[in-house]
Nanobody, 118 residues
Framework: QLQASGGGLVQARGSLRLSCAASGSIFKINDMRWYRQAPGKQRDLVATITRNGPTDYADSVKGRFTISRDNAKNTVTLQMNNLKPEDTAVYYC??????????????WGQGTQVTVSS
């Protein structure tokens, strides 16, 4: 249901753009989020965007990351600028989706690796 892309290897202070597309029998997508999980650490919430646009960010990425979405295309994007080695992690997209059959469920994407070298 969620397919993430855009990870890779980048030098510190560089930029990457992650994308995530939802597919299937979708009626409406509510909140969309990006999480990340570094090796040996818990999965942390990075950014959230509601259906109508308000956003929220973890303190560690404020001013550097921007989350956006396209409701017509069922996509969410995470623009990451001024990357730091501590941003290295597997990034996961997450969304609350209402299906056409009336079910509401939370979905996870498969994860995409972001590695920032110093």
């Amino acid at each position: 249901q969620l397919q993430a892309s855009g990870g890779g290897l980048v030098q510190a202070r560089g930029s990457l753009r992650l994308s995530c597309a939802a597919s299937g029998s979708i009626f409406k997508i509510n909140d969309m989020r990006w999480y990340r999980q570094a090796p040996g650490k818990q999965r942390d919430l990075v950014a959230t965007i509601t259906r109508n646009g308000p956003t929220d960010y973890a303190d560690s990425v404020k001013g550097r990351f921007t989350i956006s979405r396209d409701n017509a295309k069922n996509t969410v994007t995470l623009q990451m600028n001024n990357l730091k080695p501590e941003d290295t992690a597997v990034y996961y997209c997450n969304a609350d989706i209402n299906s056409r059959s009336g079910y509401s469920r939370n979905y996870w994407g498969q994860g995409t690796q972001v590695t920032v070298s110093s």
